[in-house]
């Protein structure tokens, strides 16, 4: 039965490639939710991957940057370049905030940096400069595309007007993009001059950023440091875990839209091949046999439907960055398993009730012109 | 063991119950030897594809038996008649029921796939018997591409893959033109008298008794048996179908003599005028 399951799926080839196109649009909905989930996921916390902190140094109970606020005394600075093991400290001052350009109003993460930092900096720049004088702010490349910004352009930051001297990449999220400011200019918004963020720590090589995150939180009182991989793992969770819901939401609805249309192609082909199965279970053919043949073609169907949903999503991207610069998609090769996996379990599940349909078809139809 | 390939006692079927109950069989005894070909004629709606199914292990009685090479198959587990069924007996229908995806060859190779039976003796014998209806040539050929009376050829093939002692046929010519007809006819007679098997066939088609050994009669769900020519034919003169006027329940005398009607409701529409 599976070589006439194979044979009458393959000879029907428009209803073939329309279930399949069917099931590959509903799974390419899914596929690109995962993929901006994925991307962001990822885009969130590209500040805090890419700073060049081994160590991240912050204000007790504080664990991560996503809405949240440290501050730390400066002395705090001096303190913990003394610890062994420390090669450089340089320190930001950070809050989110709103950036105006123009008629526009963007929320931010706001990061002020010393003129001599080396480590919090933008990590790629499209173009300019990376380190803004007082007075100045380096914004995403993004921002500055979506607002119409040119190096030269001003940008609002409470009650301060800044000059753009710098187009940073990589830097943007649609949750947390990055403005660096002149540490100056941030403290005097914040009026905090002896304050300050987040130390970012620099290990000298051969010493372990684990080791040293320990070392600093025990013997500087009032700070708790973390590994960057800590960090950032913890950043990520608190992220995801506000945007969780809408995520799930809209890959629930991908997900239920996929099974939806898997059980229909299946039950529409099960209702066309009535007469077929009947004469099969007339000759001989065991129920089993049948229910396997039906699961095949339910398997080949979302196969096929996977294969076009990743192939299109793939070749969607490029164009996805182009027209929508601010969504960063990214297609990892697990997410797009275990979507498959997912996919593929959702389509036995699918072909179960056309598969009943199966199991009740009475053989005697075949003797019904 | 019985020396009948096929013997149904007492064979009834009920649909519904008490004022609304339909006897669409009732208490049928029929005996199918080896070499034999029985046809079983009737008018529509006289129980014949009920009996078919039933006799074909598809359809179980409300009461009776049906053994087939002695097996008792409603005695069977439900599970175990599929095999029953792919062994011991082949199917013949109007429609061909040829599964439309697979080539000739591949139909006829499908009863013995079934039983797992796979390898080159087995496509030996389907190049045989594609070759015994005298289409060799088409063995690679899709159902669709083929003529009506092809692929009823094709389906008596499929029928004879797994060698079973008997063929239920049901209306084999129904689709066919006179010629087609006749050489299925032709090839169904040549299975009973050189192949030994016994033949049962449900049919309209007054052809068909030309190479029947016992014709039986189904009217109201019950079955008479009369000699091939035991009959009287006349013309029902509302549907135009030949009734045995012998033994015709459904009549009316008029000054001209009876006028015979192959069912009540032919009778009643000729009242009606």
Known sequence: ?369 | MSRYLLEAKDLSKTYGRGRTAVHAVAGVDLRLGPGEIVLVMGPSGSGKTTLLSMLGGLLGPTRGSVEVVGVDVYGLPPRDRPALRAHSLGFVFQAFNLLGALTAEQNVLLPGRLLGRVGADQRARAAALLEQVGLSERRDFLPGDLSGGEQQRVAVARALMNDPPVILADEPTGNLDSARGQEILMILHDLARDGGKGVLIVTHDPRAEEVADRILWLEDGQLRDRRADDVQWAQDPVCGMRVDAQRAVAFVEGPQGRVVFCSHRCRERYLEG
Do not use: C
């Not at chain 1, 710098?166 to 999220?173: D, E, Q, W």
């Not at chain 1, 053919?285 to 793939?314: D, E, Y």
């Not at chain 1, 275990?338 to 389509?347: E, I, N, P, Y």
């Not at chain 1, 179960?352 to 005697?364: E, L, S, T, Y």
């Open chain 1, 1 to 369: 039965m599976l070589n006439w399951a194979l044979r009458s799926l393959f000879a029907e080839r428009g209803a073939l490639v329309a279930s399949s196109a069917a099931v590959g649009l509903a799974l390419l909905l899914a596929v690109l939710v995962e993929g901006v989930f994925a991307g962001e996921a990822e885009q969130i916390v590209a500040y805090a991957e890419q700073a060049g902190a081994d160590v991240w140094v912050m204000q007790d109970g504080v664990a991560n940057m996503h809405m949240a606020s440290s501050f730390v005394h400066v002395d705090r600075i001096d303190e913990v370049r003394a610890v062994e093991g420390v090669s450089r400290v340089d320190d930001i001052l950070y809050v989110n905030g709103f950036l105006g350009a123009g008629e526009d109003e963007w929320f931010v993460y706001l990061v002020g940096l010393r003129p001599d930092a080396l480590l919090g900096r933008p990590w790629a720049m499209a173009a300019g400069r990376s380190t803004p004088d007082l007075g100045e702010a380096v914004v995403p490349d993004v921002i500055a595309r979506k607002s119409g910004l040119t190096l030269g352009s001003s940008v609002r930051v409470a009650d301060r007007t800044l000059r753009v001297v710098g187009l940073s990449r990589g830097t943007y999220s649609m949750a947390n993009p990055v403005v660096f400011t002149h540490r100056d200019d941030l403290a005097a918004v914040l009026d905090a001059p002896r304050s300050t963020s987040y130390l970012l720590v620099e290990a000298r090589p051969g010493h372990s950023a684990r080791d040293l995150a320990a070392a600093i939180a025990d013997r500087i009182e009032g700070v708790s440091a973390m590994t960057r991989a800590d960090f950032v793992e913890s950043d990520r969770a608190m992220a995801m875990h506000m945007g969780a819901d809408v995520i799930a939401l809209m890959s629930g609805v991908g997900t239920t839209v996929a099974a939806l249309l898997v059980a229909f192609t299946v039950y529409v082909g099960v209702l066309r091949r009535r007469r077929e199965l009947a004469v099969a279970l007339a000759l001989g053919a065991v129920p089993h046999r049948l229910l396997a043949a039906v699961f095949a073609q339910s398997l080949i169907v979302t196969g096929f439907g996977w294969a076009a949903a990743v192939a299109l999503a793939l070749l969607l991207r490029p164009a996805l960055s182009w027209a929508l610069p601010e969504v960063t998609v990214l297609f990892a090769l697990p997410t797009l398993l275990k979507l498959g996996g997912l996919a593929f379990s959702v389509a036995l599940l699918a072909a179960w009730i056309p598969v009943r349909r199966v199991v009740g078809i009475d053989p005697a139809d075949a003797f019904r012109a």
